[in-house]
Structures are given as structure tokens and as C-alpha cells.
């Protein structure tokens, strides 16, 4: 009765005005009918399975496999800031430096000789004696017996003079001595060194007037260092009462564990005695 | 070789306790590391190998110190030989306790003599009140590492040696 082709098209049609109604039935209805409980318990196991093995393996990667190129970031930050310590290191380096050597220059205006600067390059081999080495010698102008200064006061003198270096013997060696003067008094006595970080101030007269805290500076009159330096401070003052001099301990204004760049004094003007009018 | 090695290390150490050790805290008053050095050319190597040495670096201390010209040389000189003759008559080898008194021995007879200097050149009026102190922490430190610094100079020289000698084998055999 009716063709083939003919019921093909209406079971087609049927089936989609019963899926646009099924459709529209199942939208309104808020309940399920058990199927999707059925389909979640089975398949939500897999899924959480594959879930977490993807995120595992994920958090594999992205933890360790992943590190190694963190590493090498972390590799290349860690350099950067090694470089940027060391860079930092060496502005404050130059920061001290250039500290240091304003005071210099500062010192420097002040003193009306013609001196160099220096810079300390060894310490003596021994714990006995006390002298540095510094970059400076004969083809700059040094010869021995030349004073050598800092900002805060005497430093030594040459002692040995090659011809790019020289050696310089510290006011604290044992072997030094320079005349000076108690500042405020003006008693008169000569600094020798003990080889520790003090200096002695020998032969002031025990009817001078010497007491600690008393600034030392040079007299002038030893012929090696120019008048008014100064040399250090009266730290212990020892009476004996069968002596005629004070014992008199000094400590200098140079800290000579830290003696980094000096002056060396090239033209000391010198008490010229013989052709005084 | 071995002066290629001898030099390099005298140059290593009067380096470095010349320009590094003074400016390390502990350091500051350690013994003289060329005295471990000199036990060490003594005991080990030939006189007409180590005496060039021992006077080399007498003069080389002497120069960069600030002490009358001649001391180190006076030191270390009887001191290579006070070691010369004590091979003579003692079998001292590996033996680590006599090593190490007798780097010990060379600290204090280098103080003594520093010490006897002043005293007989009268440059200095007293001795300053830590002589005693840096003297027993002079020899204190050489009791504690003395014979460690002969050992170190003896394998490596030894080592530097071996690397020397493989190197034209090696090359013989290549070639």
C-alpha cells in the first residue's frame, strides 16, 4: 500500500518530532531517571583516574622535569646576583677608597711639602718587626729617610728605597724614633715604637705637666718629619719615684692593621741652622 | 723540575704570609712558613738542590723585613743545617712526631735568634710584654700544623714529579 520509500520518510519525521517532544519533556523535568547515576559511578572512576594521572604527571613535569629549566633560571639569577654582590662589593670598595682618599687630598692641602701617594702592597714577614712595602720608590721621587703620612698622623719613613718600591718602617717598629711634643704643654720627649700596637714617649721630665688623653705631634726638630704632625694620644702615664722622666704610653692615630694608602713627604723643609741671619 | 717546584713554592709562601696572613685575625702572628719549607729541603732533597734555596730565601726575607740585613739568612741557614744533622744521626723518614718537633725546634730557634739580635744590638731597650705569647703561640701553631705543611710539600712535589716523568712516557708512547 505505501511505498518503501514513503515509510522511510514518515518513520523519519516521527523521529524527530519524538525527540524535538522527548527533548522538550526531559527540559522540563528536573529529575534524572537513574541512567546518568549508573553512566557517573562507572565511568567518573576512569575519568578520575586519567584525571589525576594527567594532573600527576603534570605536576611531575611542571615540579621536576620542569625544575631543570628553573634551574638554569635560577642558575643564571643566582649569577646575576653573585655579580651584582661583587659589583656591589667592589662601589663600596671604591666608595671607601674615594672616602679615603678625599681625606688624603684634604690632608694633603693642608701640608705645603710636595708629596706622593702610595699604596701598601705587603707587611713584614715577622711578627718582631713593623714596615709595609708600598708601590712607590726611587723612580718616583723616593729616597730614603722620607717621611710617610696619612690623614690621622705619622706613618713611618723610608728605610730602603728599589726603583718601583720601597720599604717603610712604622712609627710602632722597635727600631723607631721621632721627636715630638705634648701639644698642649709643649714638653718635649721622643716616641719610640715596642713593636705592639703602642708607641713609648721617653725623656719627658717629670716636672712637665703630661696627662692622658694629651694630643703628641711632631717637633720638627729630628729633621725627618715636619713640625705639628700628629703622632697619637697620651694613653697611660706611669710615675716612678726614682726616676727623673715620665713613662708616658702612646697610642697612635694611625691604625696600622688597616694602612691602606699613604703620602709620602718628598721635600721636608728642614731647620736650615748653619745659614740662619 | 724540582726547581720549578722549589721556587714556585718559596714564591707561594713569602706571598702569602706577606700580603694575605697578616690581614687574617688568627693568622696575624703565625710562625714563619718557610721554616716547614726549609725542614723539608733538608730532609728531602739534596744540598746542592735545597742550599741555593734555603740561602735564596734567606735573602729574599731578609729584604722584605724590616729586621737587620742578615737575620733569615743566619736562621735559616744553621737551621737547614741543624736538619742536615739531625738526618745524620737520626732515621727521620715519615715519622710524623719528629717531624713535627723538629719544625717546632726551627720556630723557636728562629725567635731565639730574632730575640738574641736584639739583645746583642741592643735596638731594643725591653722586650715588648707578648714576646712570651707570640713566641708559645708561634711554636703552638707549628706543633699543630708543622708537619702538615711538609707533608703537603712533599706529595705534591712528588705528584708534580710523577706528572713529569708519565708526561714523555705517554708521549713515547703515542708517538
Same mark, same amino acid.
Given at each position: ?9 514518515v ?6 518530532a ?22 557517573l559511578?562507572a565511568?567518573?572512576?576512569f ?7 594527567l ?6 613535569w611542571?615540579?621536576?622535569?620542569y625544575l631543570?629549566?628553573i ?6 639569577l643566582?649569577q ?8 656591589k ?11 679615603r ?14 708629596v706622593?701617594a ?13 714596615t ?6 726611587e ?14 698622623g705619622i706613618?713611618?719613613?723610608v ?5 718601583h718600591?720601597s ?14 711634643l ?29 696627662r692622658?688623653?694629651?694630643?703628641i ?25 726614682a726616676?727623673?722622666?715620665h713613662e708616658v ?13 699613604v ?10 741652622w748653619?745659614?740662619?741671619? | 723540575?724540582?726547581?720549578?717546584? @722549589?721556587i #714556585?713554592?718559596?714564591? *707561594?709562601?713569602v706571598? $702569602?704570609? !706577606?700580603t694575605?696572613?697578616? =690581614?687574617i ?5 703565625f ?5 716547614p ?22 735573602f729574599i726575607m731578609d @729584604?722584605? #723585613?724590616?729586621g737587620? *740585613?742578615?737575620?733569615? $739568612?743566619? !736562621?735559616?741557614?744553621?737551621? =737547614? ?6 738526618t745524620m ?21 728562629e725567635?731565639?735568634?730574632l730575640?738574641?739580635s ?10 715588648a710584654?707578648n ?13 699543630l ?18 706528572g713529569?716523568k ?10
Amino acid at each position: 500500500m505505501f511505498s518503501r520509500k514513503m515509510v522511510l520518510i514518515v518513520g523519519f519525521i516521527v523521529l524527530i518530532a519524538v525527540n524535538i517532544i522527548g527533548l522538550s519533556v526531559t527540559s522540563r523535568r528536573s529529575t534524572s531517571f537513574g541512567i546518568e547515576r549508573i553512566a557517573l559511578s562507572a565511568i567518573a572512576p576512569f575519568q578520575e583516574l586519567v584525571t589525576r594521572s594527567l594532573r600527576f604527571t603534570r605536576n611531575i613535569w611542571r615540579t621536576y622535569f620542569y625544575l631543570v629549566t628553573i634551574a638554569r633560571v635560577n642558575q643564571v639569577l643566582l649569577q646575576d646576583l653573585s655579580q651584582a654582590v661583587q659589583n656591589k662589593n667592589q662601589w663600596h670598595e671604591t666608595e671607601l677608597a674615594n672616602m679615603r682618599l678625599r681625606d688624603l687630598i684634604d690632608f694633603q692641602r693642608n701640608i705645603s711639602e710636595r708629596v706622593v701617594a702610595a699604596e701598601v702592597i705587603g707587611k713584614d714577614p715577622s711578627a718582631w718587626f713593623k714596615t709595609v712595602i708600598i708601590d712607590k720608590g726611587e723612580a718616583d721621587g723616593l729616597t730614603r729617610g722620607l717621611p710617610v703620612v696619612i690623614a690621622q698622623g705619622i706613618a713611618g719613613q723610608v728605610i730602603e728605597v728599589s726603583n718601583h718600591y720601597s720599604k717603610v718602617m712604622l712609627i710602632v717598629d722597635s727600631n723607631s724614633a721621632v721627636d715630638s711634643l705634648v701639644q698642649r704643654t709643649r714638653a718635649r720627649g721622643v716616641i719610640k715604637g715596642e713593636s705592639t700596637d703602642q708607641c713609648r714617649l721617653d725623656y719627658v721630665l717629670r716636672k712637665n705637666d703630661v696627662r692622658i688623653g694629651d694630643t703628641i705631634v711632631s717637633s720638627g726638630l729630628d729633621g725627618v718629619y715636619p713640625k705639628g704632625l700628629r703622632i697619637g694620644f697620651v694613653s697611660q702615664v706611669i710615675e716612678h719615684n726614682a726616676d727623673i722622666f715620665h713613662e708616658v704610653i702612646v697610642t697612635p692615630f694611625v691604625d696600622f692593621e688597616k694602612l691602606e694608602e699613604v703620602l709620602v713627604i718628598l721635600e721636608v723643609q728642614k731647620h736650615d741652622w748653619a745659614n740662619r741671619p | 723540575m724540582s726547581y720549578f717546584f @722549589n721556587i #714556585s713554592a718559596c714564591l *707561594f709562601l713569602v706571598i $702569602l704570609q !706577606t700580603t694575605v696572613m697578616p =690581614y687574617i685575625p688568627l693568622l696575624d702572628k703565625f710562625y714563619d712558613l718557610l721554616i716547614p719549607f726549609i725542614v723539608y729541603l733538608g730532609l728531602s732533597r739534596p744540598v746542592r738542590e735545597s742550599l741555593p734555596f734555603v740561602l735564596f730565601l734567606g735573602f729574599i726575607m731578609d @729584604n722584605l #723585613s724590616g729586621g737587620p *740585613f742578615g737575620l733569615y $739568612l743566619t !736562621t735559616y741557614f744553621w737551621l =737547614y743545617l741543624g736538619v742536615i744533622g739531625i738526618t745524620m744521626f737520626i732515621q727521620v723518614g715519615n715519622r710524623l712526631m719528629i717531624i713535627t718537633v723538629v719544625i717546632a725546634s726551627g720556630v723557636l730557634f728562629e725567635n731565639l735568634v730574632l730575640l738574641g739580635s736584639f739583645a746583642i744590638l741592643k735596638t731594643r731597650p725591653q722586650f715588648a710584654g707578648n714576646a712570651v705569647e707570640i713566641v708559645a703561640g708561634q711554636v703552638l701553631w707549628a706543633l699543630l700544623t708543622g708537619s702538615l705543611f711538609l707533608l703537603f710539600f712533599r706529595n705534591t712535589h712528588r705528584r708534580i714529579s710523577l706528572g713529569f716523568k708519565r708526561n714523555p712516557a705517554r708521549a713515547r708512547e703515542q708517538g
